[in-house]
């Protein structure tokens, strides 16, 4: 059987990023036109088509906002899942206060779809090596399966040592499944690819290459793309700098195609699907890893 790769949404406005915080206060985001609305309705009718179900790791805020999205999100046959309440960085925030984010965001979630949320991405894969401790908050919280962790050097985010392919973490509370994101090790370098401006970066013919090459190492991949990323049309907003205006705009318009193009070239299904695909392959159950050695690969 072919393996089965996690196709992931996050839902959140295409003013909501990280990177505008300093120009768009979260006092002020009820002024900004909504558009996430359309684009979920879009990517919807995009998986339809195809005949796959996937993974939405919806913010809070949205699902306080527009409940009946979510609930046709869920309606759908599509995993839900929870890109905490208000997009904050975990990095910046305390133990205490990224606890009762995640409990708010998990409790609108589901109160909306009437079903345990058990899968979390941070925004901005902020779970890094100093705050790592959120992996324990997660476990006592009732989710089983994180998607928080980048294998990769950035200026943002990243553990550069972490493991590359899905793992378990033993922690005080239990197991946890991590799915990093994707990366592939190329000349000492390890390589982001799969989704966001990555997506958006490379060309088709070389993520679908790239691709090839995580699957010979008999790895799941995991895509990601944000609703707002089909939405070349979006208002522009002034003040950021020319770093984050480069990954916020490059090559929007071409996002759909990719999208489309990559579901008709290889299987892809939800978290869940695609982990118990690539059990399925012969992972060993036993392959537990400590939270003590978390970061070393």
């Not at 768009?24 to 005949?51: M, N, Q, T």
């Not at 000349?187 to 982001?192: Q, S, T």
């Not at 489309?260 to 299904?269: C, D, Q, V």
Request: glycine share 8%; hydrophobic share 40%.
């Amino acid at each position: 059987m072919p393996l089965v790769h996690a196709l992931t949404f996050d839902v959140e406005e295409y003013f909501q990023v990280s990177a505008f915080e300093r120009v768009v206060s979260r006092l002020r985001w009820d002024e900004y036109p909504s558009r996430v609305g359309p684009f979920v309705e879009k990517i919807l009718d995009i998986l339809a088509e195809h005949g796959v179900s996937a993974t939405f790791f919806v913010l809070g805020w949205i699902a306080k906002k527009y409940p009946k999205l979510i609930r046709l999100i869920h309606s759908m046959g599509h995993e839900i899942g929870s890109h905490s309440m208000e997009h904050r960085l975990v990095y910046d925030l305390s133990p205490g206060e990224f606890r009762e984010d995640l409990r708010q965001s998990l409790k609108l979630l589901e109160d909306h779809t009437g079903e345990r949320v058990t899968v979390f991405r941070a925004p901005s894969f902020s779970i890094t090596s100093r705050s790592l401790w959120a992996i324990e908050i997660l476990a006592e919280e009732g989710i089983t399966c994180d998607a928080s962790i980048y294998p990769i050097v950035h200026d943002r985010y990243g553990i550069p040592d972490a493991r590359l392919e899905p793992h378990r973490i033993r922690t005080d509370s239990g197991i946890i499944w991590e799915f990093p994101g994707t990366a592939l090790s190329w000349m000492g370098l390890r390589l982001p690819l799969g989704g966001g401006g990555y997506l958006r970066l490379y060309p088709l013919w070389l993520t679908r290459r790239l691709f090839q090459r995580v699957i010979r190492q008999q790895r799941p991949i995991m895509m990601y793309v944000h609703p707002w990323e089909l939405d070349p049309d979006q208002p522009r907003i002034g003040g950021i700098s020319p770093v984050s205006r480069f990954r916020h705009y490059v090559n929007l318009a071409t996002t759909e195609k990719k999208l489309r193009a990559l579901l008709r070239a290889f299987s892809w299904g939800s978290l869940r699907e695609s982990l118990a695909s690539w059990q399925s392959q012969g992972v060993d159950p036993d392959d537990v890893v400590p939270m003590s050695t978390l970061a070393r690969g």
